[in-house]
């Protein structure tokens, strides 16, 4: 069992209160989140089906007298910066994440103060459940409190993608800090990155939720990623003269595709391929999904998956792996890897009641290089980014 949403945040409270030697102001939490289905369509305006998980990363805030940021001193990991210099370190830091979010929040003309933090928290880092989206939330989310601001909740993650893209380097899309700001609990979250409406879709009773780490480090996924980016995007310039002016793949259906495949070269016409089935599979996911029909949804899964590998290549061998062990087991819907790929995480939807068989065979017969295991849990879903203040 992962410790409560409540314990994580009391963690941050009580090593703000032992290291600051004070009680916080207030302290925030976001959750990490699983994506359902919907890969790589985000920042092509398409749609995502996400969930948010009950592993939370908290910060403790609290006011200082002077100008600066600090945070999690006394811990291996301490740093300090005035509010005037907040720039992305040179080698990439945790405090980027943080930086990012003060520094962008002062861009918007919001006055801030300086502040103590602590960050505590279990989202899994370097997994692909979106440790950074979780940090950049609670961040904002504490900040926020702290500076007795008001910021719509869209806008604050928004707010948090622009850190990611200008102090992290990754020109992520909206996904994984709308989920991170916006899930509900027992509800999967079907998002048009476009419009950014969106609807909390009810998950039916009866079904677990299996998250397979492999452990393989997304070492790939800044540079990979931004290339899988680029890669859509001259899709979409060579497809633009003869669909009318597109401006993103959002705009193209799998059957102008096909037709127009000669326009595009082999790699692009993959990519391109990918994102507009997937934006098709979340579609009708949602449906499944609203008609409780999980089978048709699991198939989808698997049909996201196989897309993933073969044409948008952001599988690997370990995660292809999990995807075919979960294949073999009852009771199991679907499986398919989760985020941006190049490792990190596999999820698998199974019905209750067969989840200990499914985690037993993933167990046994999971073997990644080195013959390193598999990290395999139950993940509940949970409610969005919150803050609560600290009575004094
Ligand atoms: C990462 C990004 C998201 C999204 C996924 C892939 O998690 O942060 O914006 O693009 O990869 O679906």
Redesign the pocket.
Known sequence: MSPSRDSIEQQAVSAYTKHFGVSPHAVASAPGRV?LI??????NEGY?LPVAIDRATAVAVGARDDDRLVMNPGSAQDASFPLSRLYPSERRAWTDYLTGVASLLQDRGSPIRGANMYVYGNVPRGA?L?S??ALELATAFALIELNGLSIPPVETAKLC?RA?HEFAG?K??????FISCLGRKDHALLLDCRSLAYEHVPIPAGVDLIVCDTGVKRTL?GSE?NRRREECATGVRLLSPSLGGITSLRDVSPAQLHDLRGLLDPVVLRRCMHVVTENDRVQRSAAALREGNLSEFGKLMYDSHLSLRRDFE?SCPELDLVVDLCAGCDGVYGARMT???FGGCAICLTKEGFTDGVIARLNAGYHGKDGKKASVYVCSTDDGARVTPIAP
Do not use: F
């Open positions: 994506n919907g890969e790589h369509t985000d920042y995502v692909g979106s950074s989206a993608q990611e990754v992520c899309g909206i996904m994984d800090q996924a990623y952001v985020g941006a790929g």
